[in-house]
């Protein structure tokens, strides 16, 4: 792709009403991109990024295949080109598995896994035809690390992870990068009540670990350690490499999990890794 670091590119963001797809919409258009700002309710995306001449926002809904694409259409009416697409918009479902409804699990996945392939399925014929791109999936620190109470979340993060891990080489020939973002925790409004939900509490074996999880991160609410700011300038500084890194971990807590988990890796691989190897057909 184009070195987007002294070129001008059309970066198409979703969920750029609220949270991290303001501050990436923002640090785009200052480093002197044009910028396609997507989100159910474009006034408010307008409200959030603030005026701008190559600011061009949209209503979409990232479930809604006929609204992905206006929006692209949108975007080429107006830059004639997407030269970076950032799936950022989703939303959390917090609770026990157990507690949590087949429905609520099911539209977990809808927003955090489809959304994105919706999106992603409109603008690729876009960037195969420019036989240049880059498509940023936002993902977590869950998209790597399990962990209690986050299990409807990290499903979809995880499975969003697969997906981009394969379409790397899928889009490669066509001169299409991609690269997955894992963030520890933000000062965004993820926490808040518009972005995270909780499964309502129904079994007693689980209602106090539920309290005492609740309980620690409202208290954690407007108070993370990681700058939402500095993540979206350093992102713009990363798109726009020759070559983006395929996967970007982001935040010193997400690193130090990271590692911990690369570890635990290879640990579990290690302690059976003589029956592992020797599973092949006598034959063989």
Do not use: C
């Not at 925790?185 to 926490?191: E, K």
């Not at 208290?219 to 990681?226: C, F, K, P, R, S």
């Not at 988990?261 to 691989?269: E, G, S, V």
Request: proline share 5%; glycine share 8%.
């Amino acid at each position: 792709m184009p070195d987007t670091t002294s070129e001008k590119n059309v970066w198409l963001v979703t969920g750029a009403g609220r949270g991290m797809g303001v501050d990436i919409a923002q640090a785009a258009l200052a480093a002197g991109h044009a910028v396609v700002a997507t989100g159910r309710n474009p006034e408010r995306v307008a409200a959030a990024v603030g005026a701008h001449d190559d600011l061009l926002t949209v209503a979409l809904d990232i479930t809604d295949p006929a609204g992905a694409q206006a929006a692209v259409d949108a975007a080429l009416d107006r830059f004639g080109r997407i030269d970076v697409l950032v799936n950022n918009a989703g939303n959390f479902i917090a609770g026990f598995f157990e507690e949590i409804s087949p429905e609520n699990l099911r539209a977990q996945v809808e927003t955090n896994l489809f959304g994105p392939l919706t999106v992603t399925r409109a603008v690729l014929p876009v960037m195969r035809a420019q036989r240049s791109g880059v498509v940023v999936t936002m993902s977590s620190s869950a998209g790597l690390i399990g962990q209690e109470f986050t299990s409807a979340y990290a499903a979809s993060k995880f499975a969003l992870e697969g997906w981009m891990e394969s379409l790397a080489p899928e889009v490669a020939p066509f001169g299409i990068s991609t690269m997955v973002v894992e963030p520890g925790f933000f000062r965004t409004d993820l926490l808040t009540p518009e972005s995270t939900s909780y499964a309502e509490p129904s079994i007693e074996d689980y209602a106090e670990r539920t309290r005492q999880t609740v309980a620690a991160w409202n208290g954690m609410n407007g108070l993370q350690g990681g700058d939402p700011a500095k993540l979206a300038a350093a992102l713009v500084q990363l798109a726009g490499q020759e070559e983006p890194p395929v996967r970007w971990v982001a935040g010193a807590d997400a690193v130090a999990g990271v590692e911990q988990k690369a570890k635990d890796l290879l640990a579990q691989l290690d302690a059976h890794r003589e029956i592992s190897s020797n599973l092949a057909h006598d034959d063989a």
